[in-house]
């Protein structure tokens, strides 16, 4: 078993810089910005003190509202310093959304940026807050939040009522390097230190608490599957506000001294151009990242021979794609990581030398210290190899709970410790898992359980199919049919016959989609996720499915 590591997470930080000082930390070479280890962590000293001289405390939450700028991972390790919780929230929120994360959170503090796609922060924000535009900077009083006493703009020029990033680090000259080691020395490692709220692909987001102990040795592992040292360098395109970014990405590389090339916002040419200029030797991204960067017209005229490794996770990562991102990409030693937010996140990995067939049909094994069982929907027994039921794991990454809703933890977390995914698997004899859907995605048509994975897996064979995605649809005679949202590769084109007549005598016919529909886009979350339930609901105003849908409700 690995030795678990007993550091905080500005801790962590603390001994990289002093074993890799000259080392490049973070790196942005839009910006010409580059901070080697040493100068990172003084940076993260500096804005620490400046949120203790604003009043900050050990167990406050603080809110950050921002796509992937510097300041985001700077505030990452300078709460940490003070064990002030960093609660991050989703870039495509709107005004209900955030309205309902800073009160849930109670968060002391809001940190943004000025916008991201057609949302702009500022105007959202002060919708939210009405009273902040005529408040006295540091003197918010907002009846509706209570809690809320700071907002803190991420940019040259504050907006009224706001005060500056840059104010904060002014602010540092204020306390005492002496005052801050005493801050340091009162936190433990099984404190809760960060705030994730799930991605809300059903009911509302909660507040997922994590500890120093979950992350630090959860980004410890991941980086150990891909067997990273100080000399790799990581292309980050995923949002930091997600556990994909902020620990299989910022903890990965910071637990071993390696290289952050963060992307602000994602583009597949940004992607290929920030690897080639800056030689990085690993990627990470979620499928339909990958499928962009691999069908980006000047796809070619990028070297990439520098890459090695990196991470697609975030949904079920098809086998052709997997494929060509090893042979195309050059990432021959590409891992496929699997687990949910409650768990830090990651709790399967394939590892850098498992076989190719391994690593394109499974998510790995368990990490190190982490158990991993599948269980019998209906009765809760374990499972032997080759059967499927719920994943469950446990271990030092399962959270510390949600946020102030004791019966969901409850709900998530059973009384000996084991985490709940609501995932359905089947793990090998070797402990190798396959996930197989999620049990609240399974079709039920005719009595006959179907899983929409099984049939995206067989669609993704398909020449023409760039991306598919499979799920149910309500039907009056067989409570529900299969129906298919494809998307079909640049330049081609494909009818609802002929992938009907592909899927014919190759898989079952309660299989083969009743519907098909071809989409240029998904409904998704910030994180990635492609929303389903917004592929069904959308399905069934378009079908007129509505009285379907009630009498098989």
Known sequence: MAEALHFTVGGILEEMARRFSENDALVYPDRNLRYSYQQFDALCDRVAK???AMGVKKGDNLAVWA???PEWVVLQFATAKIGAVLVTVNTSYKSTELDYVLKQSDSKMLFLV???KDTDYIETTYDVVPELKSSVIDELNCAELPFLKNVVYIGDTAPEGMSSFSAIEAMADQV???ELAAVKATLDENEVINMQY?????GFPKGVMLTHHNIVNNGFNIGECMRFTEQDRLCIPVPFFHCFGCVLGVLACVTHGSTMVPVETFTPEAVLKTVAAEKCTALHGVPTMFIAELEFPGFDQYDLT?????IMAGSP??????????RDMNISEITIAYGQTEASPVITQTRTDDPVELRVATVGRALPDVEVKVIDIETGATLPAGKQGELCSRGYLVMKGYYKMPDATAAAIDDEGWLHSGDLAVMDENGYCKITGRIKNMIIRGGENIYPREIEEFLYTHPLVSDVQVYGVPDRKFGEQVMAAIKVKDGSSLSEEEVKSFCNGRIANYKIPRYVKFVDEYPMTASGKIQKFKLREMAIADLNLEDAEVETA
């Open 50 to 52: 400046g949120l203790l």
């Open 67 to 69: 796509t992937n700028v």
């Open 114 to 116: 000025d916008g991201f």
């Open 176 to 178: 005492s390097d002496d």
């Open 198 to 202: 799930t991605s809300g692909t059903t």
């Open 306 to 310: 520098s890459l090695r490794t990196g």
């Open 317 to 326: 990562c098809p086998i052709e794609v997997m494929k060509r991102v090893i």
